[in-house]
């Protein structure tokens, strides 16, 4: 029995060392440095009226606010910053360290009523809230799949491309009488009046989760020349690529009594387009008749 113990006490003794020399070489992985920068709005200019589309920096596409998440292969939240225009050095970059594995990142841009309103919120890859007072044109969001290598410094571009809603623009070619203060645009007025956090969308898409109504009030006092004469403008997300709508616009005066209202039926709205309605307004000699240019990111023609 003595002898079976002491053949026994140096394998033992030798197993002893071994797990003590495993546990002096584990390998603790340091944090990567990685630096994330925004670009490759795809910006349309107009000079001289001819539509030109160019790869435009953040400042350039318009853009006021930044948000940027980055979530681990389980969608955890492994980081998260917000860039606001004019309060945050070097707008369209962040630098971060993140331990080496896979992640998506996310990042929504668009420009907002007030910088108070601060940048979207990013609930996970494929959910985002813009809590704002009214959605602008220049909106835009991307995701991206990530590998961080351990001891390998990562520079990462995220080029955001296309803005990701739909623009309606009312150009009236008969003169808007002098009583017409406030004009009133509504899309889908029938669709989830009312939703709560209506600009919610996929920011991989740039979809909305739901049809529902969009409505933005425009007033002339706020208006370049004090005059609606260059066409009011409202934005929207969509459910698809293209989307069908209504469109209801109330011309009102000072008190908010209604002069005139009309509705447009099956009109069509691009996403990252826009479809621009020109024609009478106030006039009985108006047609009923549609006509689209399906440009590219650019404009569709209704003539009304």
Do not use: W
Request: glycine share 4%.
């Amino acid at each position: 029995m003595q002898k079976f113990f002491f053949l026994l006490l140096p394998l033992f003794v030798a197993h002893l060392f071994s797990c003590s020399s495993e546990d002096n070489n584990t390998v603790v992985t340091e944090p990567v440095s990685v630096k994330v920068s925004f670009s490759g709005f795809d910006f349309s200019v107009v000079p001289d009226q001819n539509f030109a589309t160019s790869r435009a920096s953040a400042a350039e596409a318009q853009v006021t606010c930044i948000a940027f998440k980055v979530f681990d292969e389980n969608n955890k939240e492994l980081y998260a910053e917000n860039k606001t225009k004019g309060e945050n050095e070097n707008f369209d970059q962040i630098n971060c360290e993140l331990p080496a594995g896979k992640y998506t990142f996310v990042a929504v841009a668009h420009k907002a009523k007030t910088p108070s309103n601060g940048a979207a919120d990013i609930a996970s890859p494929d959910k985002a809230v813009i809590n704002d007072i009214i959605l602008y044109k220049s909106t835009y969001a991307t995701t991206m799949s990530v590998d961080i290598t351990r001891g390998e410094p990562k520079e990462v571009t995220m080029n955001f491309g296309k803005r990701i809603t739909a623009s309606f623009m009312l150009r009236i070619t008969d003169p808007y009488p002098e009583e017409v203060d406030e004009v009133e645009i509504i899309i889908d007025p029938d669709q989830n009046v009312g939703t709560p956090n209506q600009y919610t969308f996929n920011p991989s898409t740039g979809f909305s989760f739901a049809k529902q109504s969009y409505t933005t009030n425009f007033y002339k006092k706020n208006t370049p020349n004090n005059s609606f004469i260059d066409g009011p403008m409202i934005s929207c997300f969509l459910t698809a690529t293209e989307q069908v709508v209504n469109v209801k616009v109330n011309m009102k005066d000072s008190s908010g009594k209604l002069i005139r209202t009309r509705t447009f039926n099956a009109v069509t709205l691009k996403q990252n387009c826009t479809t621009k309605a020109t024609g009478y307004f106030f006039t009985n000699s108006v047609s009923n008749g549609y006509t689209f240019d399906t440009t590219d990111d650019e404009e569709l023609s209704y003539a009304f």
